[in-house]
């Protein structure tokens, strides 16, 4: 994944979920949106909203 826009870990939107037990997407995406994610092909991502370390844990607050 070399385009910043598909490192899902970087991203605002990038959630763990408690009661799946991993980390998802919160944004709402549809059924083909949902299979590149799941299959790690989710390049140049429309949502994809970077957020630093102190972004990330201040939404979570």
Same mark, same amino acid.
């Given at each position: ?8 870990? $970087? &991203?605002?939107?990038?959630?763990? $979920? +408690?009661?799946?037990? *991993? /980390? @998802? &997407? !919160?944004?709402?995406? $549809? ?5 590149? *994610?799941? =299959?790690?092909? *989710?390049? !140049?991502? +429309?949502? /994809?909203? +970077?957020? $630093?370390? /102190?972004?990330? @844990? =201040?939404?979570?607050?």
């Amino acid at each position: 994944m070399a385009n910043s826009a598909s490192k899902c870990e $970087d &991203c605002l939107y990038y959630e763990y $979920d +408690p009661e799946y037990g *991993f /980390y @998802v &997407c !919160d944004m709402e995406l $549809d059924e083909d949106e949902t299979a590149q *994610f799941i =299959h790690g092909s *989710f390049s !140049d991502c +429309p949502y /994809y909203r +970077p957020g $630093d370390e /102190y972004t990330i @844990v =201040h939404k979570q607050i």
